[in-house]
């Protein structure tokens, strides 16, 4: 869930979150304002200035809610079965798909510059699904969290560089367009070879 860094009610959160995402969804993250949400939401301004100080904050906090929820299947799933299921259910997350469609540059400082909380909290799950794949011997041995790292770093790949590989492959197989599903296939591959003892 989005880390609650302000002293506004969960309730309070997941209203201005619901009606954050509802505005983006509608305009993109540029052109969303803390106004619009408020409005959508059905709170003052001062309401969400005081929890949020931006949009860019309150984008942050939204996306780490709805990454999260997509990421549950860490907590349960074997982490190759879980990574591949992860990255196929965002890149069909509306939220996901308006962001890279009108305004990818958001997603920039997350790859080359720091951390996000969304993916510290991946990082978590499927550092702990390594950890139990190990002991039950599905996983090699090594470092849960380095081996982590190495998983995320693939399957963020296949999820934000993906579909520029999505064009036919006309010296190779004229007429037969590589589909989003030979990916998913791939990646399971890349990381069964990776993980496994």
Do not use: C
């Not at 997350?93 to 308006?98: G, T, V």
């Amino acid at each position: 869930m989005a880390p609650i860094r302000h002293n506004t009610t969960a309730s309070s959160v997941e209203l201005v979150l619901d009606a954050a995402r509802e505005v983006i969804l509608a305009v993109g993250v540029r052109r969303t304002t803390l106004t619009d949400v408020a409005r959508r939401a059905g709170l003052s301004r001062m309401t969400i200035y005081r929890s949020w100080p931006d949009v860019r904050s309150l984008v942050a906090d939204l996306m780490t809610r709805e990454w999260m929820l997509v990421a549950d299947g860490f907590a349960t799933e074997d982490p190759v079965t879980a990574a591949v299921a992860v990255v196929r259910a965002l890149r069909d997350h509306p939220l996901w798909r308006k962001i890279v469609e009108v305004d990818p540059e958001l997603l920039l400082p997350y790859l080359t510059e720091r951390r996000g909380s969304s993916q510290e909290a991946m990082l978590a799950l499927i550092e702990a699904a390594i950890a139990r794949g190990q002991r039950s011997g599905v996983v090699r041995p090594g470092d849960p969290a380095t081996l982590a790292r190495a998983v995320l770093l693939t399957a963020q790949s296949f999820l934000i560089s993906g579909s520029t590989m999505l064009a036919p492959l006309a010296r190779d197989n004229p007429g037969v367009p590589l589909t989003s599903g030979d990916l998913d296939t791939e990646l399971a591959t890349i990381l069964e070879r990776y993980l496994r003892p």
